[in-house]
Every structure is written in C-alpha cells, then in structure tokens.
C-alpha cells in the first residue's frame, strides 16, 4: 500500500549560478521522517519499500546518491534506537531490472510506535557536507511482513520532511546560521492503514 513520496536532500538553498544568492544562501539537509504506530494488542512485522530514481549517465557524474549505500536510516522502536549494524535497520536492495528498490523489515511491539528516518549519510560520508549533491525523491510504500504474527493489523502512519539549514560548520557558533523546517505529508485514509497478507 502506498504511503507517501518522499526528498531526502543535502543541497544548497539556492542555486549555484555566477552573481548568484551564496550571500543569503544556506545548506539544506532534509530527512524522510515516518512515524508508525501499532494500534494493535500484538506485535506487528512490516516491510517499507523504498523506490528512488537514480542519476542516470546522461546525468552530471557528481550528482548523488547513485544507490542505498548513501543513504542511512536509523528505526527508533519504543525509545531503542536501532541503527544499519542491526538487521531491523538495514536497507535491503531488491532484486529488479531498475536497481531502484531497497526494502527494510522491523517489528513494532503491541501498541508501541515507531519513528524511521532516512537521510543523506553524511556521517560516513562527510564530504557530502562540502559536495552538497545530494537530492533523491521517490515514494514508499507498507506491507505486513509474512513474519508478523497475524494475517491483518491496523496501524496508524504519519510521513514528515524535516529540514536543517545551515551556512557554515566551522568553530565560529555565530555563523553557522542554524534553523529547521519541518511539514506533513498527505497520506491516503487519514493516516489509518489496514494491511492484510490475505
């Protein structure tokens, strides 16, 4: 079932164009941010898929992501945060023609919620900060893992972008010019999904 689209960015605010806006402009690094809830008295398996158009080579050669691996994501499950060493937060490529899906499965406890987050991973990458080429959009969708212990479950689903803006990272606090956004996806069924594997 689908979800909602998403755009996980690290860019300029502005274009780079000559006698252009580098004065005012800041850096962007926006996030994918869906929280999950499970409205149900047992646990529940599901699996998010990810489709992202990737730059083609047609395309200018530094652009990113070229694939998942630029990406990280982190699941925080009842206040545990889980991160890509463990399996429930692992990105997992599926297996088509295009290259263009990755999968991730996790277990959300009875009525617990869940908080994912995908984003540029400039923590491992941390050249990204200074490249700032970063920009994929794509859409999830949600299914009910055949791991999960019922044949249906309810859960209630809310997509975010959230958005940190910055001029500078260096030692000097008063230029770094920080700020954030943040804003709601539309979901279908007012955020109320019911899954089946019947």
């Not at 996980?8 to 806006?21: N, W």
């Given at each position: 079932?689908?979800?909602?689209?998403?755009?996980?960015?690290?860019?300029?605010?502005?274009?780079?164009?000559?006698?252009?806006?580098?004065?005012?402009?800041?850096?962007?690094?926006?996030?994918?941010?869906?929280?999950?809830?499970?409205?149900?008295?047992?646990?529940?398996?599901?699996?998010?898929?990810?489709?992202?158009?990737?730059?083609?080579?047609?395309?200018?050669?530094?652009?990113?992501?070229?694939?998942?691996?630029?990406?990280?994501?982190?699941?925080?499950?009842?206040?545990?945060?889980?991160?890509?060493?463990?399996?429930?937060?692992?990105?997992?490529?599926?297996?088509?023609?295009?290259?263009?899906?990755?999968?991730?499965?996790?277990?959300?406890?009875?009525?617990?919620?869940?908080?994912?987050?995908?984003?540029?991973?400039?923590?491992?990458?941390?050249?990204?900060?200074?490249?700032?080429?970063?920009?994929?959009?794509?859409?999830?969708?949600?299914?009910?893992?055949?791991?999960?212990?019922?044949?249906?479950?309810?859960?209630?689903?809310?997509?975010?972008?959230?958005?940190?803006?910055?001029?500078?990272?260096?030692?000097?606090?008063?230029?770094?010019?920080?700020?954030?956004t943040t804003y709601n996806l539309p979901v279908s069924n007012g955020g109320v999904f019911k899954?089946?594997?019947?």
């Amino acid at each position: 079932m689908l979800v909602s689209t998403f755009e996980v960015l690290l860019k300029p605010q502005f274009p780079r164009i000559p006698g252009g806006f580098d004065a005012i402009s800041r850096t962007a690094i926006q996030g994918y941010f869906l929280t999950i809830a499970n409205v149900n008295f047992f646990p529940v398996t599901v699996s998010l898929v990810f489709t992202i158009k990737f730059p083609t080579e047609l395309d200018d050669p530094s652009e990113r992501p070229t694939s998942f691996d630029e990406f990280i994501d982190a699941v925080d499950i009842s206040g545990q945060n889980i991160f890509p060493n463990n399996p429930q937060a692992t990105l997992v490529p599926e297996i088509v023609p295009q290259n263009n899906k990755a999968r991730l499965t996790f277990t959300i406890p009875e009525n617990a919620t869940s908080l994912l987050v995908l984003q540029p991973d400039f923590i491992n990458r941390p050249e990204m900060l200074k490249e700032a080429n970063f920009e994929a959009r794509g859409y999830v969708e949600i299914f009910l893992s055949s791991l999960s212990g019922s044949d249906t479950a309810t859960l209630l689903v809310n997509p975010e972008q959230r958005g940190t803006f910055f001029r500078t990272l260096d030692d000097n606090p008063s230029g770094v010019g920080l700020d954030q956004t943040t804003y709601n996806l539309p979901v279908s069924n007012g955020g109320v999904f019911k899954l089946s594997n019947v």
